[in-house]
């Protein structure tokens, strides 16, 4: 009658525990277990979190709610399915529902973190400098995109995420991927060109 | 020069170079902070303990019927309210008091309690030692029933006192004792999140082992069981109920009795 206790049957020495036996012994209510999957994925979800909210701060509290919902939840992740792409599906629902709250503003604040013209020394002046300005063009282009183009790109090009680890994140058939990705990047050429012309 | 159109793999490598750039949050002690909110209790949501992983159960959709069948009797605007839960929202529906309104509709006794059998049988045949009370005021059960844990593996027997003169009918129960018995396992948290804020829980001695006694407004309750599954039998309104333990057996005794009255019926189970 006593609090439960738990025996805790570590894998063997050295080797790290599967995702699969961290969400047992989570749904059994093992929160050092949970720890280890925030530790594990705490770096995927906030930047997944960024791309759609595109402030730091709110990313990391987006990540933060979203492991706790996460956890809640436990009970209805089908075991034996990839823990990954199911946190990353509640990771963004989250993301999206705080722009939502917040009044979503028409851009995002996304930003490069350190980018200098000089940076890439391995190319020349000239090919650095343009290297430089296609990312500028490609970041204004993204600020203004659909949170779900940016995310469904944001999983092919910056997390590189598997085909149909995007079909799990993202709640659709395997299939569906490859459209749903090139109608973002097509999207996202449109938003170039708007830039462009709008900078001329 | 941009105004040219970047080829695709030009679009594809500019792509990864913004991802790798981007000023990404780096959080480093969100287990921590994840952790700590997991320790908070979940104000004033109690069904949530439902829901939690520690929980967790099987026949869900049990459970949510029962409780919606809960928001019914309890909210005027049932229907839209028991479409919100089943959703698995609806913050305000179930506050405590709401879970006293349908004591009326007596959930049917002996629900999937198995098949109707005698004392002697199901002495025989239980996985485990069953006891019932050698008290007069109850005298030998009507009925008593053996059927299986829903995961099949455990014997549960239920002993039935239909009327006896002294203790009212429970109109929770629909008769005057109930008794049940199983390897089980209480939970003390548990019973704490369920129970509205009418309802009493003490920790009690019976027999030389730890129990509760609950009592007060009708509470929802249920058990977990040896491999951590919460039954959906025993989820259900229910009145006055000691709980114990008594070699690895869970027995549970509701009757709308008192806490002492009870407790002189649990000395007496033999």
Known sequence: ?200 | MTRERMTEQELDATLAEVGERLAYPRPTRLADAVRARLREPRAGRWWDALRSPRYAFAPILATLALLALVVVLAVPDARAAAIEFLHLRGIDIFRAPAIATPAATAVPRATSAGTLTTLNEARRGADFAVLAPADARLGSPDEVYRGKSPNGTHDVVTLVYTIRAGIPVSREAGVSALVVEFRGRVDEGLFGKVAGAGTRIEDVTVNGGRGFWIEGEPHLFFYRDESGNIWNETLRLAGNTLLWEQDGVTFRLEAQVSRDDALRIAASFR
């Not at chain 1, 629902?93 to 028409?106: F, S």
């Open chain 1, 1 to 200: 009658m006593d609090a439960v206790k738990r025996v805790r049957t570590d894998s063997v020495e050295g080797r790290p525990t599967e995702d699969a036996v961290l969400v047992e012994r989570s749904k059994n209510g093992d929160q050092d277990a949970y720890a280890e999957l925030v530790t594990r994925y705490q770096a995927i979800a906030a930047r997944t979190a960024y791309v759609i909210t595109g402030t730091a701060a709110d990313a990391e509290d987006v990540a933060q709610d979203a492991f706790v919902k996460a956890y809640y939840a436990l009970d209805r992740f089908r075991t034996g399915a990839p823990f990954r792409p199911w946190l990353l599906r509640i990771v963004a629902n989250e993301a999206i529902n705080r722009r939502k709250a917040a009044g979503r503003r028409p851009t995002v604040g996304l930003s490069i973190a350190l980018d200098r013209a000089s940076g890439d020394t391995a190319l020349s002046p000239e090919a650095s400098a343009l290297a430089h300005e296609r990312r500028e063009v490609v970041l204004m282009a993204l600020r203004r995109m659909r949170e779900e183009d940016r995310l469904v790109i944001a999983y092919r090009y910056f997390f590189d995420l598997s085909e149909l680890e995007m079909a799990d994140a993202l709640g659709v058939a395997r299939g569906t991927v490859k459209s749903r990705l090139s109608r973002a990047i097509a999207r996202l050429r449109a938003a170039m060109e708007g830039d462009e012309l709008h900078d001329a």
